[in-house]
T-cell receptor
Framework: KQEVTQIPAALSVPEGENLVLNCSFT??????LQWFRQDPGKGLTSLLL?????REQTSGRLNASLDKSSGRSTLYIAASQPGDSATYLC???????????FGAGTILRVKS | NAGVTQTPKFRILKIGQSMTLQCTQD?????MYWYRQDPGMGLKLIYY???????DKGEVPNGYNVSRSTTEDFPLRLELAAPSQTSVYFC???????????FGPGTRLTVL
């Protein structure tokens, strides 16, 4: 059964710092991995989707890497801003590409 | 495009009452999903559908029912509400491959 773990559970950093969020999964035979952002009381916004054949994806200040063999992904946020404060969730499919299994998330606070 | 829309935003039910959570998407996505999110936890899949007329159970389907009569709509039915169903419910949709999922804003349900 696929299980997803995110470390740390919470993170507080001063504005401008570069930071790394970690995601690990138990079954390495994944189709893809998706990173989401969730603001308090809101829905999820898709940030990055990495296909199993890719090693990383970039969008602006965000870079996500994927190491299937070790069952790990990292989300790197460069030059953090207070507007980056949110919960970040990673998810992998139970099978094929759909039916996502989510981690519990990392709550990020960027202090100005 | 409105994307994925959900109604209502909030609802309080009494134990044993029934209700339907509505979900509509205007992106012509074949796949649709219902998840629930409990405090401090990741999302768990309740039901999903790969097209009109086709639905299947996810991780936590007990106490819920779904139907998919059109591509756009995927309502979730609670027949006999229980306090354990107090949660935030999210609807999502995707195309087949790469299966990137897009989420609605959620419905916050309290059962007292």
């Amino acid at each position: 059964k696929q299980e997803v773990t995110q470390i740390p559970a919470a993170l507080s950093v001063p504005e401008g710092e570069n930071l790394v969020l970690n995601c690990s999964f138990t079954d390495s035979a994944i189709y893809n991995l998706q990173w989401f952002r969730q603001d308090p009381g809101k829905g999820l916004t898709s940030l990055l989707l990495i296909q199993s054949s890719q090693r990383e994806q970039t969008s602006g200040r965000l870079n996500a890497s994927l190491d299937k063999s070790s069952g790990r992904s990292t989300l790197y946020i460069a030059a953090s801003q207070p507007g980056d404060s949110a919960t970040y969730l990673c998810a992998v499919p139970m099978e094929y590409g759909n039916k996502l299994v989510f981690g519990a998330g990392t709550i990020l606070r960027v202090k100005s | 495009n409105a994307g994925v829309t959900q109604t209502p935003k909030f609802r309080i039910l009494k134990i044993g009452q029934s209700m339907t959570l509505q979900c509509t998407q205007d992106m012509n996505h074949n796949y649709m999903y219902w998840y629930r999110q409990d405090p401090g936890m990741g999302l768990k899949l309740i039901y999903y559908s790969v097209g009109a007329g086709i639905t299947d159970k996810g991780e936590v389907p007990n106490g819920y029912n779904v139907s998919r009569s059109t591509t756009e709509d995927f309502p979730l039915r609670l027949e006999l509400a229980a306090p354990s169903q107090t949660s935030v419910y999210f609807c999502a949709s995707s195309l087949p491959a790469p299966y990137e999922q897009f989420f609605g804003p959620g419905t916050r349900l309290t059962v007292l």
